[in-house]
């Protein structure tokens, strides 16, 4: 059909983009004071990239990234997240020449084929933080807290932050061997992408939705017991900065991440309202992803934020602002041999930062008076011809309804004046 979006995207109108202007202007005001520069990488990229930095054995790389081939029979990927492209551009550009830490955030559309629900769509819209060049644990908890900032900001409630270590490649073997003597004797009850997980990457059966997956899952051992002493200590240090800051936040040994480039902390912070997809942040370490890409070893960690789910959550509790009125003023006229004047008014208006709009279709008086209402006009200027004959205009105050005759030279003076007045 030509007169709808493809499934599983989604317009966002002139009254939802109200709204995502108001969250995205927050999450832009706190990057700022925590020293976020803003990064913006290309819709798509190689796919060898994902492969390399998302990892095979991944739900997003086997079913859901957009893949094809383009003119020049390259393989090319709509990104389905974004780390692995800030990553890129980080050794594409030498930024690890800098100093450290090089913080970044984006904003922007990412692209998964998965079944559409409610804050989960194919194309969907990200914000997210990546920090590079740190390997201890403050870094760790200061994105977090980042994180945890923008939400309070904004206002939401009742959210729980989960953490844990995923290890590194020096105790993961471990575990994976460890998991497998679990998981082998119970290899029928899986399911089939399970199953395919057993030998390629036991970890994510630990992700696993299903819920025969899931149970059998629960009994199966935890990387804490398995940590290195490097890994150990590193998570140990990041409880202590977060309790030293009042963060509340829980241990969960199942939270593994779905991709595989995560090493030592993994996080999310969700709200449980929004059930089944509850995640509004995640995120965690990637001290591996960098080499692999092909840059210079070097730590990072970063999140990211679905703005769909984060905007669902806001609307849950009430918490995104009322519109504002649409327009500062909006022109009348009553006579069109006068529309020169509106015309002129209009654009010096505008040129001072006013909103201003005027009638395009030379209707009546009560037609334009109808459209300064549904525009929610806070001022209407009435160009009348007796007024005019005095080089004067009448402005009406469309809350108060009072009305006063003011020159048509002081119109920009007198609004600066009633605007600052009435707030």
């Not at 002139?14 to 995205?24: G, I, L």
């Not at 990229?45 to 095979?56: A, N, Q, S, V, Y």
């Not at 300064?372 to 009448?394: K, M, S």
């Amino acid at each position: 059909m030509l007169t709808a979006a493809p499934r599983g995207t989604k317009d966002i109108l002139p009254a939802e983009a109200r709204d995502w202007r108001y969250v995205e202007n927050i999450i832009r005001g706190i990057c700022s004071v925590y020293n976020y520069q803003e990064i913006r990488t290309p819709i798509f990229e190689h796919t060898e990239l994902f492969l390399r930095g998302i990892g095979e054995a991944t739900d997003v790389v086997d079913k859901e990234m957009y893949t094809f081939l383009d003119r020049g029979k390259r393989s090319i990927t709509l990104r389905p997240e974004n780390t692995a492209s800030a990553v890129r551009a980080f050794v594409e550009h030498k930024l690890y020449a800098e100093p450290a830490p090089v913080k970044l955030f984006y904003m922007g559309p990412m692209f998964r084929y998965d079944r559409p629900q409610a804050g989960r769509q194919r194309q969907f819209h990200q914000f997210g933080v990546e920090a590079l060049g740190v390997p201890g644990p403050n870094i760790d908890a200061e994105i977090i807290l980042l994180a945890v900032h923008i939400l309070q900001k904004l206002g939401l409630q009742d959210l729980q932050l989960k953490i844990n270590s995923v290890g590194c490649p020096n105790c993961r073997p471990v575990y994976r061997k460890k998991l497998q003597e679990y998981f082998r004797p119970h290899l029928a009850e899986l399911c089939e992408d399970c199953q395919s997980r057993f030998e390629r990457n036991p970890m994510r059966i630990l992700d696993c939705k299903v819920p025969t997956c899931k149970a059998v899952a629960a009994g199966a051992p935890h990387l804490a017991d398995s940590l290195c002493e490097e890994c150990k200590a590193h998570f140990e240090g990041l409880q202590k900065l977060l309790t030293a800051e009042g963060i509340k936040y829980t241990l969960d040994p199942n939270l593994v991440r779905g991709l595989d480039y995560y090493t030592k902390t993994a996080f999310e912070i969700q709200y449980a309202a929004l059930g089944a997809q509850s995640a509004v942040c995640g995120g965690g370490r990637y001290d591996g992803l960098v080499a692999e890409i092909g840059g210079p070893p070097t730590p990072g960690i970063g999140f990211a934020m679905g703005l769909e789910r984060l905007l669902l959550a806001l609307q849950g509790q009430q918490l995104l602002p009322p519109a504002a009125n649409l327009l500062d003023v909006y022109a009348v006229t009553c006579n069109q041999a006068r529309f020169g004047e509106t015309f002129t008014a209009v654009q010096q208006l505008r040129h001072a930062g006013f909103k201003a709009e005027y009638d395009y279709a030379g209707r009546s008086l009560k037609a334009q008076m109808k459209q300064a209402n549904r525009l929610q006009a806070r001022y209407v200027l009435i160009f009348g011809d007796e007024e005019g004959l005095r080089g004067h205009v009448t402005l009406k105050n469309m809350q108060s309804s009072e009305q006063k005759e003011i020159a048509l030279t002081e119109i920009i003076n007198i609004l600066e004046t009633e605007v600052q007045s009435n707030g």
